[in-house]
Each structure stands twice: as structure tokens, then as C-alpha cells.
């Protein structure tokens, strides 16, 4: 029974039905006119084509054999095969290196108190043991694989306990944590000398996902520490510094990064003796950091330069040094208002990691490409293959956009 509102002019009545709900919303939104109604039923049109032709071909046409052939060598490229681990088993590294990862995840479910990471670290832990589950034969996947990849929901709950009820639960020791992890990885995946069961492989043989994510993190973590400080030095007084910070800006900008990693290939060695040791994926990292950095510095001076400059006049009117009033007052309020451009520079980061294939590194688009060239009986199924992978980098990209999202709702950015 419709609602009665009584008011000293009478009788108040409701919005007819077809003016509220989903028949309110498709007359405001979709049919509000007659060229918005032609629209709508030339965009539904082709829309439900498109869906029933790709239904049908994902039904009835695709064949994803490709998929299930590579298996967990998409994640680990050839870094098991036996002239990367002569008479040792290697592959245990990347899933304890996981394991880690899930248990510095259940740390910051407790630090950050639950809510958006609660989800992430429960997501995470539950997706990569339902790989344990996959049908394959125990030759295939033996059963050691598939405890350990079901131990990650126990570790999760381990690294849970572990900031609940250790000294490491605070917003610090989780930082330095993940820093810690982070190297124990490197450590872990390029083995240590002299240490049985640790012997190094060769970078040579690092490919599939596991390296794009490493390049993608060590980017992201050092790029912006390293566009703040370039940031800051365009914006400096001192000449020298200014004049440094802007030719390294305009220059690395200037300049596409498949080029910066073919000199980085090239020209690089050419500077050291012919005995000194070379590694092409550390020149990579480093390129694929620098070149981000600068996309990062004008990032965080175009923040800067948004800012009210009579913050930093209040600022200094109090006594603040120079240094404090940029550092506790001018810089966090900038990096708040850029966090969607930092962020997307972080996703293009995370996307460019793929180039890496032009010095020789078989990450896992061109390593599927490898197979796919390699094995003409899978030629028919490279769409499948590459749908594949472009739905893996969707995951990857949207999980970022969404946390950047939800981030900008917590600190109310873009609002007053």
C-alpha cells in the first residue's frame, strides 16, 4: 500500500511506478528520447550479436587444451626444466616464495583491521590452492605440489597470528616485512652457493608470470620513492639539481622503453670488462624503474603544483622548516590528489613488463608465443591462448584499479 504524507497543503502523493525503479531508471537513462531510444535498440542489437557470437564460439569452437598442456610452466617459464636445476628439484622455490607472499598477506589483514584486504589475502589464499584441485595426473602434478600449494590457507592464518600476536603487527614491521620477503624471494629464486638444495639458476631461465610480477614489483616499489625525489629536485632552487632532475625527466620520457632496453642490452656491457658479470634481467629492472620514475616525478609535481599555495605560507609562519612543511603538510596532500595517475602509471608499469621480451627474457607472452611457434599442433589454438592471457593481465590491472578506488573513497578524494 502506496505510503500517505499528510501536509498542511494536503495530501502529498508518490512518483507514478513508472517514474521510480529500473522502469524509472531505463525511461531517464535509456529512453528519454526518441534518438536515446534509437540508440539503445541499435547498441542492444549489436551487443546481443556480439555475445551470441563469442557464446557460441567459446561453446562450441575454442579448444583450450593449450592451456591446461603449459600448465603451471605459464607461472615458472622453463625455471624447473632439468639445465636450470641439473639433478635437483627446483620447483619448490617459487611455490615456498608463495607462501610467503600469502602469509605476508594475512600480516596486513591484521594491520589494516579487515575490510578491503581481509578480502584480497582470503581471495588470494582460497584461488591459488583450488589449484591443487586441477585434474591433473599425480606424474603431472605430484602430491607434494598440491600440499603445498593447500598449505597457503594455513599460512594465511599463520601470518595472521603473526600480526596479532607478535611485536610485527604494526603498520612498520609489516612494511619492513614485505621489504624482508621481498628479498628472501630474489634469494630464494637465484639461489645461494655453496648451500645444498640452493644452487643457483641462472636468470636465463626465470619466464611465465612469476618474472612479470617481479619486475612489476620492484618497479612499483622503487619508481615512486624515485619520482618523489626527481619531483622535488625539478621543483628545487639549486640549479644544478634542477637542471640534473629535468634532463633525466625529459630524457627518459623522450625516449620509448623497448629502445631503453635494447641499449640497456647493447650498450650497457659495452662499458664494463668482457670478464665483469652480466645480467639482462637486472638491467631490465633497473630501465623499466628509471623509465617509470619519470612518468612518476611529473605525476607528483603536477600534485604539488595543485596545491594552495597559502599552506606552505601558514606553514612557514609558524616556524615549520622548509623540509617539514614538504614532507608533513605539501606532499601527502599531493600524492591524495594524484592517486589515480600514480596508479595508472603503476598498471602501464605492470603492462610494460611484457617488452621484456625484446632482450631475450621469455616472460609469459612470449612464452607462450615460444610454445605456440615451437609446437605447430597448437598453431589453431593461439586465440585461445592469448584470450588467456589478456584475461590474466585484466585480473592483475582491474584488482589494482579497484583498490585505487577504494582507497580514493576512504581518503574522500575529489571531495570538499
Not at 501536509?7 to 534518438?35: E, H, I
Not at 550479436?49 to 603449459?70: E, H, N
Not at 625455471?79 to 600480516?107: D, H, K
Not at 597470528?161 to 624471494?185: E, H, N
Request: aromatic share 10%.
Amino acid at each position: 500500500m502506496a505510503a500517505k504524507f499528510e501536509t498542511d497543503f494536503g495530501q502529498v502523493l508518490p512518483p507514478p511506478r513508472s517514474q521510480q525503479g529500473v522502469t524509472g531508471w531505463v525511461r531517464a537513462n535509456l529512453l528519454s528520447t526518441w534518438y536515446n531510444g534509437v540508440l539503445t535498440v541499435m547498441s542492444a542489437a549489436v551487443l546481443g550479436a556480439a555475445l551470441w557470437v563469442g557464446v557460441r564460439w567459446l561453446i562450441f569452437d575454442s579448444d583450450w587444451t593449450v592451456i591446461g598442456t603449459l600448465g603451471g610452466q605459464l607461472v615458472i617459464g622453463q625455471y624447473n626444466i632439468e639445465s636450470a636445476c641439473p639433478g635437483q628439484n627446483c620447483f619448490w622455490r617459487p611455490q615456498v616464495s608463495l607462501l610467503l607472499v600469502t602469509a605476508l598477506l594475512g600480516m596486513a589483514w591484521r594491520v589494516a583491521g579487515g575490510g578491503l584486504t581481509k578480502r584480497i589475502a582470503i581471495g588470494v589464499a582460497v584461488a591459488v590452492s583450488a589449484f591443487a584441485l586441477l585434474p591433473y595426473s599425480m606424474e603431472r602434478m605430484g602430491m607434494d605440489v598440491r600440499l603445498l600449494l593447500l598449505a597457503n590457507l594455513l599460512v594465511l592464518g599463520v601470518g595472521w597470528a603473526i600480526g596479532r600476536y607478535t611485536p610485527l603487527g604494526t603498520a612498520r614491521w609489516a612494511t619492513v616485512s614485505a621489504v624482508g620477503v621481498f628479498v628472501v624471494i630474489v634469494l630464494l629464486l637465484r639461489g645461494v652457493p655453496g648451500i645444498p638444495g640452493l644452487e643457483p639458476v641462472s636468470v636465463i631461465y626465470w619466464g611465465g608470470l612469476m618474472l612479470n610480477l617481479l619486475l612489476a614489483v620492484a618497479g612499483i616499489t622503487l619508481s615512486l620513492p624515485i619520482g618523489v625525489a626527481l619531483a622535488l629536485g625539478r621543483r628545487s632552487r639549486l640549479p644544478v639539481v634542477k637542471v640534473l632532475c629535468i634532463t633525466f625527466i625529459e630524457i627518459f620520457r623522450g625516449v620509448p622503453l623497448i629502445t631503453l632496453l635494447l641499449m640497456s642490452q647493447v650498450l650497457v656491457p659495452l662499458a664494463f670488462p668482457e670478464d665483469f658479470p652480466q645480467n639482462s634481467l637486472f638491467r631490465a629492472a633497473v630501465v623499466i624503474t628509471l623509465f617509470s620514475s619519470a612518468y612518476m616525478a611529473e605525476n607528483i609535481r603536477g600534485g604539488l603544483q595543485a596545491l594552495d599555495p597559502g599552506q606552505a605560507e601558514a606553514a612557514r609562519a609558524l616556524g615549520l622548516p622548509g623540509w617539514q612543511t614538504m614532507f608533513l603538510i605539501s606532499l601527502p596532500q599531493a600524492i591524495r590528489n594524484v592517486i589515480p595517475a600514480i596508479v595508472g602509471q603503476f598498471i602501464s608499469l605492470f603492462k610494460d613488463t611484457s617488452l621484456v621480451y625484446i632482450i631475450g627474457v621469455l616472460d609469459v607472452v612470449e612464452f607462450g608465443r615460444a610454445f605456440i611457434q615451437g609446437n605447430t599442433e597448437y598453431l589453431a589454438s593461439a586465440k585461445e591462448l592469448y584470450i588467456f592471457l589478456a584475461l590474466v593481465f585484466w585480473v592483475f590491472t582491474y584488482g589494482m584499479s579497484y583498490v585505487s578506488r577504494r582507497i580514493e573513497q576512504h581518503l574522500g578524494v575529489g571531495e570538499r
